[in-house]
């Protein structure tokens, strides 16, 4: 295994685990200013990645995805909330279900900020070879994208994604209920729609979307010529 390609793996690495830490944690906080305590005495609004980790989601699946060259994405384990304490638990279930994938949006500009002001201030030749140059050629890129794949990913309006919740706003208050106990029982039926049978038929929606949402953001947002 080259340098390069334990460079590519180190940066996925760093890009993935905060990017569901910062996720998580803005899903219970968005709660918890609505008043919902659920998250903050489950001790999740933390950035501590030890916290939030699902060995499936935050380990097992991500190196998956490395490993079939598919975009990477995972999930940490999902921070608790009772939409019962918001005002208005319809609004709330949606502000809270939108608050992860916006902190994701927020990490890839931060990210891209960054990366412009490299741009301007080196020159990828003159980075070459160093520390810096891992920075700016293959860590930020990376973690622009990791962040965009996991916002546009959790957007699909399907249980149980953050994307769903807005399918809340439009469901009468009495079927709340029975909406919920759904994407309980939806997770599992997901994740073998999107890795199993892609992986059976040979053919990946879920990446041609990302590719065509998160992907095509990430490249406008990168320096050009970078």
């Not at 097992?60 to 009772?82: C, D, E, Q, R, S």
């Not at 005002?87 to 990366?115: E, S």
């Not at 741009?119 to 520390?131: D, I, Q």
Request: proline share 9%.
């Amino acid at each position: 295994m080259d340098i390069d390609t334990i460079a590519y793996y180190i940066c996925s690495i760093l890009s993935f685990i905060p990017a569901i830490v910062v996720h998580e944690v803005a899903h219970g906080f968005a709660a918890y200013k609505l008043g919902d305590p659920t998250a903050k005495a489950a001790g999740r609004l933390s950035l501590n990645p030890i916290k939030h980790i699902d060995p499936f989601g935050t380990v097992i699946l991500p190196l998956l995805l490395m490993i079939l060259h598919w975009p990477i994405f995972g999930y940490a384990k999902p921070v608790p909330y009772n939409p019962t304490y918001f005002k208005d638990p319809r609004r709330g279930d949606a502000i809270t279900g939108l608050a992860g994938p916006l902190a994701n949006l927020c990490m890839a500009v931060i990210g891209a900020i960054i990366m412009h002001i490299l741009h301007a201030l080196f020159s990828p030749m003159v980075l070459f070879g160093s520390a810096m140059y891992y920075l700016y050629a293959m860590f930020l890129p990376i973690f622009i994208l990791v962040n965009l794949y996991l916002m546009f990913f959790n957007l699909l309006p399907i249980p149980p994604l953050d994307g769903s919740s807005i399918i809340a706003l439009f469901i009468p208050e009495k079927s709340l209920a029975k909406w919920y106990s759904i994407q309980h029982y939806a997770f599992p039926i997901f994740m073998i729609c999107i890795i199993v049978v892609p992986y059976i038929i040979g053919v990946n929606p879920f990446s041609w979307y990302l590719d065509a949402t998160a992907g095509n953001l990430a490249d406008l947002m990168m320096p050009s010529g970078w």
